[in-house]
Structure formats: structure tokens, C-alpha cells
């Protein structure tokens, strides 16, 4: 059974920085495309940055420049430095894995960005 936990959110002001991490188990973490999706109260979910199984990365054009999107295959573990946080950056943000048809979420982390 896929098992996705993320961790590393929290409080921080803006322009403050931020590491979140995604620890995957029961799947063979390197074959999966992995992604990291927010979501606002009243808002919808929105990708914030994805990477393939080989590295390729792609951004939101909000964050980029900010956010690296990172993974360790070694440590089945994803990782999102954010750098230069804003008020609107405050989100539950959310670990995505994906394989062919499958989608596997993590319950989500909250990070709270104050101005």
C-alpha cells in the first residue's frame, strides 16, 4: 500500500524560507512521476512544481525562481525549498505520486506565510 507523508510545514514570515519533504513507502519510489500541489481555503488545488522519474522538473510560474523542487530516490523522498515566501504561498500543500492511470496524495502539510 502506497503511504505518502509530508512534513516541514509551518510559520514562517515573508520572505523566510521553508524545506517541505515527502517520505514515499510501498511503492518503487524511483519509477514515479512526483509532484507537489497546494491548496487555499476557497481555492482550487493547483500544481506547485512536478518532477519525473528522471529529473525533469517543471514550475507553477508563481513560484518559479523561488521554489526547487528536489528527490532522493536513495531515501524514497521528495523535497520542495522554498525561498522568498509570500502571504499568498500560505496553502496546505499536498505530495502527489503518479504512475501511468494512479494518483496517491499525502494528507498535506500547512504552511502559514505572514506579512
Known amino acids: 500500500q502506497v503511504h505518502l507523508v509530508e512534513s516541514g510545514g509551518g510559520l514562517v514570515q515573508a520572505g523566510g524560507s521553508l524545506r517541505l519533504s515527502c517520505a514515499a513507502s510501498g511503492m518503487i519510489f524511483s519509477i514515479y512521476a512526483m509532484g507537489w500541489y497546494r491548496q487555499a481555503p476557497g481555492k482550487q488545488r493547483e500544481l506547485v512544481a512536478d518532477i519525473s522519474p528522471g529529473g525533469t522538473t517543471n514550475y507553477a510560474d508563481s513560484v518559479k525562481g523561488r521554489f526547487t523542487i528536489s528527490r532522493d530516490n536513495a531515501k524514497n523522498t521528495m523535497y520542495l525549498q522554498m525561498n522568498s515566501l509570500k502571504p499568498e504561498d500560505t496553502a496546505v500543500y499536498l505530495c502527489?505520486?503518479?504512475?501511468?492511470?494512479?494518483?496517491?496524495w499525502g494528507q498535506g502539510t500547512q504552511v502559514t506565510v505572514s506579512s
Open positions: 502527489n505520486a503518479r504512475l501511468a492511470n494512479w494518483n496517491g
